[in-house]
């Protein structure tokens, strides 16, 4: 089998000023995380650490990160193996901006079956008032060994809190974790759909739960087309960390399945809540070149007619925020091998009679020929079929959404998704 790489990464994020960073260390998921610096929230490894299952070895290199404003204290995003940071890094000196990339083949990593993954960013000092954008991280894994494609490790990323209650509560295939307009996860499961852009095994489903404060098991199921797949996970009363389904299930998928994940937390006799930072699984293509990435709002995102276009990382994370407030870095990630990619698509839960999305695919901050429409007051995935992009290692990559029609806020938006695929 010939190997191919896939990607690893983690969205971007803004920072207005009004989250003041100390001096120390910030993680980060892997697996198509949020960024390590999205508010401070991720300061314990442990939580956002995954763990590799397949193929059996690997090597991880081109590390890619960056900034957009100076952050005036130095900063280090490194690959930390088991809890150690490893010589894949990049650093951000305290005036420098701009995208930062180790491509240095000394300093790839290889790692085996077992090992346990994150991103980790160093703070030299402290900044009390930063105002900038971060770029999305992004890396490439490449399998070596010869009988199986490179997996994916992919994840929706919290942190997200989960009440008991009479109805299930879904979550998205990948993104952002919980729905933000609710503070739960999502009582409708077409809201957490994400489209399936390959056919491949979804299989290793995990999570890492903060807190439990439930007296009763709580059930996670994977989802295909509506119906429970062959994953499961049991969190026992009051227990919580790191949780992996064992049994070695998995389902096949297609393309056009729509993936999501269940919890089943009933109400009756149960406690407060139970804190999530992610839930997600590994995803091998039936086709080895084949990868997915994208990101998801978590929920229904509002995004009005008119005015500046709005952007969403597609490394992670994935809520969409207005140019004329964010600046487009947060939604920008560089690709770390050529590739071609298609299959660009948008997901709308409903729309005013005359209004729509467009979202197009940027290279190097232009457009690109990958667009798509949702069609005035339609809803539903919608999917450029005829058109593609040729990237190299080194161009950059976000998704711009544009909104048509009449209404201040006439759209609601929920996902992106692409499928890559690697040069020969």
């Given at each position: 089998?010939?190997?191919?790489?896939?990607?690893?990464?983690?969205?971007?994020?803004?920072?207005?000023?009004?989250?003041?960073?100390?001096?120390?260390?910030?993680?980060?998921?892997?697996?198509?995380?949020?960024?390590?610096?999205?508010?401070?929230?991720?300061?314990?490894?442990?939580?956002?650490?995954?763990?590799?299952?397949?193929?059996?070895?690997?090597?991880?290199?081109?590390?890619?990160?960056?900034?957009?404003?100076?952050?005036?204290?130095?900063?280090?995003?490194?690959?930390?193996?088991?809890?150690?940071?490893?010589?894949?890094?990049?650093?951000?000196?305290?005036?420098?901006?701009?995208?930062?990339?180790?491509?240095?083949?000394?300093?790839?990593?290889?790692?085996?079956?077992?090992?346990?993954?994150?991103?980790?960013?160093?703070?030299?000092?402290?900044?009390?008032?930063?105002?900038?954008?971060?770029?999305?991280?992004?890396?490439?894994?490449?399998?070596?060994?010869?009988?199986?494609?490179?997996?994916?490790?992919?994840?929706?990323?919290?942190?997200?809190?989960?009440?008991?209650?009479?109805?299930?509560?879904?979550?998205?295939?990948?993104?952002?974790?919980?729905?933000?307009?609710?503070?739960?996860?999502?009582?409708?499961?077409?809201?957490?759909?994400?489209?399936?852009?390959?056919?491949?095994?979804?299989?290793?489903?995990?999570?890492?739960?903060?807190?439990?404060?439930?007296?009763?098991?709580?059930?996670?199921?994977?989802?295909?087309?509506?119906?429970?797949?062959?994953?499961?996970?049991?969190?026992?009363?009051?227990?919580?960390?790191?949780?992996?389904?064992?049994?070695?299930?998995?389902?096949?998928?297609?393309?056009?399945?729509?993936?999501?994940?269940?919890?089943?937390?009933?109400?009756?006799?149960?406690?407060?809540?139970?804190?999530?930072?992610?839930?997600?699984?590994?995803?091998?293509?039936?086709?080895?070149?084949?990868?997915i990435i994208g990101g998801s709002s978590g929920g229904p995102a509002p995004l009005g007619a008119g005015?500046?276009?709005?952007?969403?990382?597609?490394?992670?994370?994935?809520?969409?925020?207005?140019?004329?407030?964010?600046?487009?870095?947060?939604?920008?990630?560089?690709?770390?091998?050529?590739?071609?990619?298609?299959?660009?698509?948008?997901?709308?839960?409903?729309?005013?009679?005359?209004?729509?999305?467009?979202?197009?695919?940027?290279?190097?901050?232009?457009?690109?020929?990958?667009?798509?429409?949702?069609?005035?007051?339609?809803?539903?995935?919608?999917?450029?079929?005829?058109?593609?992009?040729?990237?190299?290692?080194?161009?950059?990559?976000?998704?711009?959404?544009?909104?048509?029609?009449?209404?201040?806020?006439?759209?609601?938006?929920?996902?992106?998704?692409?499928?890559?695929?690697?040069?020969?």
């Open positions: 089998m010939t190997n191919y790489p896939t990607l690893l990464g983690a969205g971007g994020h803004y920072s207005d000023a009004s989250k003041t960073y100390p001096a120390g260390n910030y993680y980060c998921n892997v697996g198509l995380g949020r960024c390590p610096m999205f508010t401070g929230q991720f300061m314990t490894e442990s939580w956002v650490t995954q763990t590799v299952r397949v193929p059996a070895t690997g090597i991880i290199s081109y590390l890619s990160w960056g900034l957009d404003t100076a952050f005036h204290a130095g900063l280090t995003l490194a690959l930390n193996v088991n809890s150690s940071s490893s010589s894949l890094a990049v650093f951000i000196g305290a005036a420098m901006t701009g995208l930062v990339t180790n491509n240095n083949s000394t300093d790839n990593i290889t790692v085996d079956d077992g090992y346990q993954l994150d991103f980790v960013a160093n703070a030299s000092a402290a900044n009390s008032d930063y105002t900038g954008g971060f770029y999305c991280i992004s890396a490439r894994f490449d399998s070596t060994d010869s009988t199986v494609g490179s997996a994916q490790i992919i994840a929706a990323v919290g942190p997200s809190l989960i009440y008991p209650g009479a109805e299930l509560k879904y979550v998205s295939f990948l993104g952002i974790l919980g729905n933000p307009m609710l503070v739960d996860a999502d009582p409708t499961e077409s809201n957490q759909r994400f489209k399936c852009l390959a056919d491949g095994t979804w299989q290793n489903m995990a999570c890492y739960v903060e807190t439990n404060e439930f007296n009763r098991t709580t059930f996670i199921y994977n989802r295909v087309n509506g119906s429970d797949g062959s994953m499961a996970i049991s969190i026992p009363a009051g227990t919580g960390g790191y949780v992996e389904d064992t049994s070695g299930a998995s389902d096949s998928v297609s393309y056009d399945d729509l993936l999501d994940y269940v919890f089943v937390a009933p109400d009756s006799g149960n406690g407060d809540s139970l804190k999530m930072i992610w839930l997600g699984a590994q995803f091998v293509a039936t086709n080895p070149a084949l990868c005015g500046s276009a709005n952007f969403s990382p597609l490394f992670g994370g994935g809520e969409p925020a207005n140019a004329g407030t964010y600046p487009q870095t947060r939604a920008t990630g560089l690709i770390p091998y050529a590739l071609t990619a298609s299959h660009l698509t948008s997901h709308v839960t409903s729309a005013d009679d005359s209004d729509y999305a467009t979202i197009t695919l940027l290279k190097n901050g232009r457009t690109t020929m990958l667009s798509i429409s949702s069609g005035a007051g339609l809803t539903g995935f919608f999917t450029d079929l005829i058109d593609t992009a040729d990237f190299t290692a080194g161009d950059t990559c976000a998704n711009q959404i544009t909104v048509t029609g009449e209404s201040h806020t006439s759209v609601y938006w929920v996902s992106a998704g692409l499928l890559l695929e690697a040069s020969a």
